[in-house]
């Protein structure tokens, strides 16, 4: 079996390859370094050297494959400079999909978000939920994820193309770049003395079970169907009293909900014009504070047998690795534009406290 991997060296990519090798797959994997073909190379992986911009550089080796995940995309939360994200999440995913179909692969596995659906508002919706016309994207990311599901993807169903939607909800693991990953480093390292946003509702799944959910999405779905790939859902809060439990510490006291957060989103964008702030401080991650990304897999395992881990044991290996890392770049392993912003959310979040007080006296 011959599989075509775009965003091969992503956070999820790189779980995804060595399951498909355990599996006996003849991987190849796009690839856009001399550094990333070699680290392949020596792992049994046939690179690519291309781009999804450039439909010349994947045409010859997508030929002839069994199946085409396609997981490279855009996701830069609270980056000054988004130019990039439709080009790479719409236009490129449209060169992926619509060059697969016309080789005449049986399977093309797209990879979206549940970022899709927009704000749930605490509901847990399945794959025939749409999100309401009216309602604003919360980051740039979500937009052009949407335009790529809802512009691309689906119209190439309904025209036939034998394209399987894979929708994952908050992914996590060893070496997650993503917020979760930031907040559960800062966590670990006691930087996190309050709970931003308690109310942020997602749905958490180990990057290892997504991956292993692709695969399944490939052996066993249907072509044209989609299948929320999602763990618990909880709200950050109690994920934070997890992590307490799991560390053997006492959890944050101290709660500042997204709206005390909100008004501040102007003087963060403001900041942001002049200095690059990291994720963890954008207005981007201000306005995530008080949403849910909420999904339930119930499809997915009920039709495809797609059993996730327990949301403790993954939570628990995750943070040995973060403290295996810490004992190799001490922590203040973080770089000085995260403990920076650490600094600022923490001022931040402490000033907000200080004025909800001060307005109820």
Not at 18 to 40: I, K, N
Not at 107 to 136: A, C, W
Not at 300 to 319: A, I
Not at 325 to 339: G, M
Request: proline share 6%; no cysteine.
């Amino acid at each position: 079996m011959k599989a075509f991997v775009t965003g091969g060296t992503g956070f999820l990519g790189s779980r995804l390859i060595p399951e498909l090798l355990q599996r006996g797959y003849q991987v190849h994997a796009l690839v856009r370094s001399d550094r990333a073909a070699t680290a392949f190379e020596a792992s049994g992986v046939y690179p690519v050297r291309g781009d999804i911009l450039d439909v010349d550089s994947m045409r010859d080796e997508m030929r002839k494959s069994d199946v085409v995940f396609h997981l490279a995309g855009w996701y830069k939360i609270g980056a000054r400079d988004q130019s990039q994200a439709k080009i790479i999440n719409v236009d490129g995913t449209r060169n992926v999909l619509e060059l697969a179909d016309r080789l005449g692969v049986p399977k093309i596995i797209y990879v979206s978000t549940v970022g899709v659906f927009g704000d749930t508002h605490g509901r847990l919706v399945d794959e025939n939920y749409v999100m309401p016309p009216y309602q604003e994207f919360v980051t740039e990311y979500d937009r052009t994820k949407w335009m790529a599901h809802y512009e691309v993807a689906l119209p190439l169903i309904r025209q036939g193309a034998p394209v399987i939607i894979a929708i994952p909800g908050a992914v996590y693991g060893s070496g997650d770049p993503s917020l979760i990953g930031s907040l559960m480093r800062l966590y670990y390292a006691g930087l996190m003395p309050v709970v931003p946003g308690p109310e942020l509702l997602l749905t958490y799944a180990h990057v290892d079970d997504i991956a292993a959910g692709l695969v399944l999405a490939a052996e066993k779905g249907e072509a044209g169907e989609k299948y929320i790939l999602a763990g618990p859902a909880l709200p950050l809060n109690q994920m934070m009293n997890l992590w307490a439990y799991i560390l053997k510490r006492k959890p944050p006291r101290i709660q500042v909900p997204a709206r005390y957060l909100r008004p501040l989103i102007p003087l963060v964008e403001k900041l942001n014009s002049f200095i690059s702030l990291p994720e963890i401080i954008s207005s981007d991650t201000l306005r995530i504070l008080e949403v849910s990304y909420a999904a339930r897999s119930d499809k997915v395992k009920r039709e495809l047998g797609w059993e996730p881990h327990p949301l403790e044991d993954r939570m628990r290996q995750t943070f040995d690795s973060i403290s295996r890392s810490s004992r190799t770049y001490p922590l203040v392993s973080l770089d000085q534009r995260e403990r920076a912003g650490v600094a600022l959310a923490i001022a931040i979040a402490l000033l907000s406290i200080w004025l909800r007080r001060k307005r109820r006296n």
